[in-house]
Every structure is written in C-alpha cells, then in structure tokens.
C-alpha cells in the first residue's frame, strides 16, 4: 500500500513539474489594453474621441501612419477622477512596437504632459513609426494624473518587414549625426564591463585565499588582527586610489568629447488651443434614462428644440468610443473599428427632420451587443449612477451639430 | 565512522572542504544578495535606473545612492565582523549589476523591445570599491559611515557620467529642443509610464544655476551616511545564529 502511496506521490509531482514547465512555453501575446476592463463611467463621462482616423491598416517597419481626430474633454467630469490638469496625450500600443515619432495637441507638438479644459474640444495627431513587425492593437489614449490612463478605441494595424532595418536617425544640435535605436551602446557596454572586472578583481583578490571557514576560526581565537596584512592594505590603497583616478579621468574626457550637454527637459505645457466648435442650435433635454439590462438597450426620453434655420435630424449617439449610429441619417465611411460600431444601433421613436422651431419628445434607443462586450452594462455598478455621451444632428446638407447629453440612468430588470 | 568523529581524515582534505565550503557560501551568498538587493533597487529606485530619461542631475543623484547602501551596508557588517572580509560591498554590487543586466537584456530588451542604450543600469561599482578599501582601512563602522557613505554619494554621478553625457547631448526636434534622453523616452512608448511620472527636475534647488549635481551628491552622501548606519545594523543584527535552536540547552 504504501509503494502505491509513494508511486502516487511520486508521479503527481511528476506531473506538478510536467504541467508547470508546459505553462512556461505558452506565452500567448496580450493583444488588448484593458479597456473593457475600465469602469464605464470613466469612458463615458471623461474623454470622448470622435472623427478619429487611422491613416493606414499595413505598414512597414521604418514607415509611418498617424491617428488623427478630435478629443472633447466632457464638462461634467465625475469627482471621483482627478481634473485634467496634467494630463499626457498617449498611445496604447504594446510597448515600442512603433515609436511616437510626433504628437500634437492643436499644432502645439506635446512630448510632456499639458492641462486640458473642461467642456472644451481639441484637434489631436499622433505621428507613429513601424518598429517590430506583428499584428498590434492601436489605441487612442489620454493618461490624467490621478485619474489614471483613459483609453480611446483602438483599431488593428500590421507591421510588416523586419525589426533588425529599423532605424532612428537624428541630427544633434552639436551636428552629428545618429542613429537612436543604438547610439551609445558600445560606449555602456565598455564602462559597464570594464567597471564589473575591477569589481571582480578585487573579488577574486581575496577570493585566491581561505575564506570563511579559517577566518571564522581566527577571528574567534583572538588572531583577528593577522587577518588583513600590510599587503593587502597596499593593494585596497591602490583600487581606491585606482578607482578615483579612472571616475576623475574619465569625467574630464567625458567633459572633453560632449562638451555640450544640457539637463533633460520637464514641465507642463500650458496653453493648449481648443478647436472652435459651432455653438449647437438645437437643445436637448433628457428627460429621463433607462437601461435595459435583458435587452442590452439604452432608451432615452429626450426633449428636442431646434433653434436652427435648418430641420435636423438625430444620426449618431456616441458614448465610450461606441457609436451608435441610425442607418436611415448616417453611414460610417472613416474605418472605424467593427466591434465599436453598431451601424443600425440608433432607433428613434419619429425619425422625422425636427423642423425650424419646432420642440419634440421622442423616445432614443441605443441598442447593441457593444453594451455587453464593452462592459458599458456595468455603468449600474458604478457610484454614480449617471450616463453621457455626445449626440450629433445633422441637416440636409449633412452639416453637423455635436450635443453633449448627462444625465442620471436608471437601469432596468425586467 | 560516529558523530563524534571529524569528517575529514587529513589537513589536505580539511582544506579541501573548507575551500569547497568557501566557494558554496559565496555562490549562496551571491545569488541571494541579487535577487534580494535586486527587488529591494527595483522597488526603492526603480524608474531612476530603469529609463536613461529618469538619470537627472537632481533626483537620480539623490535617490539612486541613498537606496541602494542598504545591502552593501548590511553585508559589510556580516563578512567583516564575522570574517574580516572588505569585500561586502562589492559582492553586492556585481550580484546586482549581473541580476540588473540579466533583467535589462533579457527582460526590457528581449522581451518588450526597449533598445539597452535606454535602459541599461545606474553604475554603482567605484562606490562600492572605496566603500570596501574605506572598511579595510579603518577597520571602523563610523569611518566607513561618514566618509565610506559620503564618498558613495559622491561617487555616483561622476561614475555614470561617462555613460550618460552621450545622452545629454541636444537635439531639435520639431521646434523643440530635448536631450537625447528626452527624446528615447518620447519615441519608446512606455504606455503605463506617462510623462507625468517622470520625477525629474522637479524641486526648488535653484541657488547654484546649474551646477546642481555636486550640491545634489552631498546631499545624497550625507542621507547615505545615515542609511549606512541604519543597514549596517541591520546586518548585524541578522548576522546571528541565536534563532539556531542548540539541542544541550
């Protein structure tokens, strides 16, 4: 019984070991950033990127692509979020697979972070450069400090070609030229291997001799001071001494070869320009909101006035990055990303032109399996209780109106 | 052959077991001071010595050395008190640098595409080097403290300048200047690092324009002076055997 025991024991640690080393060859490749995972309220009540483009699906290694759109930093912030007033214009992407080869706020280029307004609307650039070849989900994303990183919806680009052709090249304002993906490296693996070998010389000079076992023994019958000789304090002497004259040397010729250097750039950006957006003729009143849990459904009651001189019609209700659009106004022909479409998810109860004037309550409903998949449905789990999003009107000359909704949400069981 | 009998049946022998005990102790040694120190740096200093865009004149220098004389610290108390060895400091810093390069290779390099000229390791070697040579010398913790310590700090900057001033060299760069380093941090998308992390330049040292690394360094030396006190006891604090139940009390 007990060799039947032990063989057990035996094969299921075996088998622990077999299933452990399995783990470590699967490494599947993490292809999203989370946003699913960020509170609804968040994506919807923060920053709301709209008319994005990404200006190509496929590129090579070494050649460039940008996304470009808008960003309207929502006026009904939530508390819980720190304000935007250090904030840093992003991209999600799985580390350097591209470099950030520019990005712009308005035609303001922002390498650090900026302050961003409430209720406002900025234009935004993001340059990238193919650097690693694979298949790479490409996010807009705005960090805020003390609020954390705020995805914006990401789109699938492929790199082709090979990482070991990419390069960086710049010119300094000394006048050289360079390549940044590997300026410099001989020069670190030289200091660093050569400093490592004085260490391990002084290592190995008292590793040459008995340690620790005939030391402990001297030094606990009172031979301590037989321990460390007049040699070895000649040989300290000359590392320590070594060591300063090759740290002081080798700062002076430092200081002649770069003898223009400056410290590294930090600060906030201030000043940012918002883009003029046309005050919106027509107002809209939510009257009420509710959310549909079964029917992955968000109907709003809202009350419509347009002050214009044109009849409107409602086309698009966008919230989180996911747009909602009514099929019979407006068809997306920018790429945007499938799964934060629902092309046919805007119904309203009179799809009429609101006509000059006229005031109208209709029933609007958001509709799509985007509410589940995005984990928007979770927003009735949220402290506050609340929904917003951007609806957008548009005439018969399909000219645009954006209008910022917010308004509190009451979910629905049944 | 009974308990009460030696293991070893001739000096040579005696020897051989001592020299072979020897290389077994450092080889533990070694491998537990750098994962140990290695955690202990990558939480403490972490993007300092990470990102070539942390390594400032005022931040870096401060921080780098005060947390990392922890080990060496600790480690100099347990093989000179115990063994009369000027080598603790030292072992601590090529089992970190090892581990660090390891990870930086392997890890920022190998596996998340970061180019080493962007996050190679802070060098902490000529510190450690005097640190030793100081203890030797002196033969006294408060000696190696005040001056061992102060030299760690004031060391490190010039240690790593050659390594780094490539870095600061400028550039212009659509209508703004950046250093080098500056731009790898801008071009080498950290997406969970926002430039807003970055603690660089930030403070109020402003009296000596901008010769702000020496003033930084002393600062540094002196924290690092109490730092050495403070791990220093730690290691010989630990450095005893009285958890070692004895069978005869």
Known sequence: MKLIKDKVAKLSFVALLVTMTAAIFYTPTASAHGEKSQAAFMRMRTIH???????????????????????????????????????????????????????????????????????????????????????????????????????????????????????????????????????????????????????????????????????????????????????????????????????????????????????????????????????????????????????????????????????????????????????????????????????????????SPIAPGETRTMEVTASDAAWEVYRLADLIYDPDSRFAGLLFFFNEDGERQMVMVDAPLIPSFI | MSASQSAVRSRAEAVAVSRAFDWMILFTLFTAVLGGYHIHYMLTGGDWDFWSDWKDRRLWVTVAPIVSITFPAAVQAMLWYRYRLPIGATVCILALLLGEWINRYLNFWGWTYFPVNFCFPSNLMPGAIVLDVILMLGSSMTLTAVVGGLAWGLLFYPGNWPIIAPLHVPVEYNGMMFTLADLQGYHYVRTGTPEYIRMVEKGTLRTFGKDVAPVSAFFSGFVSVIIYFLWHFFGKWFNKTNFIQDDES
């Open chain 1, 49 to 351: 990127w709209f008319d994005l483009n990404w200006s190509k699906d496929e590129v090579a290694v070494n050649e460039t692509m940008s996304i470009s759109g808008k960003l309207h930093v929502f006026a009904g912030w939530p508390e819980t979020v720190d304000k935007p007033e250090v904030s840093f214009l992003n991209i999600g992407i799985p580390g350097p697979v591209f470099i950030r080869a520019g990005s712009w706020i308005g035609n303001q280029l922002v390498p650090r972070s900026v302050t961003l307004e409430l209720g406002e609307t900025y234009t935004f650039k993001v340059l990238l450069k193919a650097r690693r070849p694979g298949d790479w989900h490409v996010h807009t994303m705005m960090n805020v400090e003390g609020g954390g990183p705020i995805i914006g919806p990401g789109k699938w680009v492929t790199i082709t070609g090979s990482m070991g052709s990419f390069v960086n090249p710049l010119v300094t304002l000394t006048g050289e030229t360079i390549d940044l993906e590997t300026y410099g490296l001989s020069n670190i693996y030289f200091w660093h291997a050569l400093w490592y070998a004085i260490g391990l010389a002084w290592l190995l000079f008292w590793c040459k001799r008995p340690m620790f076992v005939p030391r402990h023994i001297a030094m606990t019958t009172g031979k301590r001071d037989t321990l460390i000789s007049a040699g070895d304090k000649k040989v300290g002497i000359l590392f320590a001494v070594g060591t300063m004259a090759i740290v002081a040397v080798s700062m002076g010729s430092t200081n002649d070869k770069y003898p223009v250097t400056t410290p590294l750039q930090a600060g906030l950006m201030r000043g940012m320009v918002p883009v003029e957006m046309p005050e919106p003729s027509v107002v809209v009143k939510v009257e009420d909101a509710t959310y549909r849990v079964p029917g992955r459904a968000m109907q709003m009651t809202l009350t419509i006035t347009n002050n214009g001189d044109s009849a409107v019609r409602l086309g698009e209700f966008m919230t989180a990055s996911v747009r909602f659009l009514d099929a019979d106004v407006l068809e997306d022909e920018t790429g945007y990303p499938d799964d934060l479409l629902a092309e046919e998810g805007l119904t309203v109860s009179d799809g």
